[in-house]
């Protein structure tokens, strides 16, 4: 079967995000002053052939913890859709 791999990537809580931050400042400087934080990620989908949704799952989680997020400074979640 096939089946649509969502990873969202991001940067970790304890780490400062300065992408963020500069789009925060831009917001701020538009008037949107409600606006507390931003954090920016990535997301990725991934078209996988498998046999289960699980194989599916884990053919993304690997390929996320080998390739796609850095483990020192993101962390990574997978939805299978």
């Known amino acids: 079967m096939n089946y649509t791999a969502q990873i969202k990537v991001m940067p970790l809580k304890e780490l400062l995000d300065p992408q963020g931050k500069a789009v925060l400042g831009g917001l701020q400087r538009l008037g949107l002053q409600d ?10 989908d991934l078209q996988i052939s498998a046999q289960s949704k699980e194989e599916a799952h884990q053919m993304a989680s690997e390929a996320a913890k080998k ?7 993101e962390v990574f979640e997978v939805t299978i859709v």
């Open 35 to 44: 606006i507390a934080d931003v954090r920016i990620g990535k997301h990725i």
């Open 67 to 73: 390739l796609l997020a850095n483990p020192v400074m």
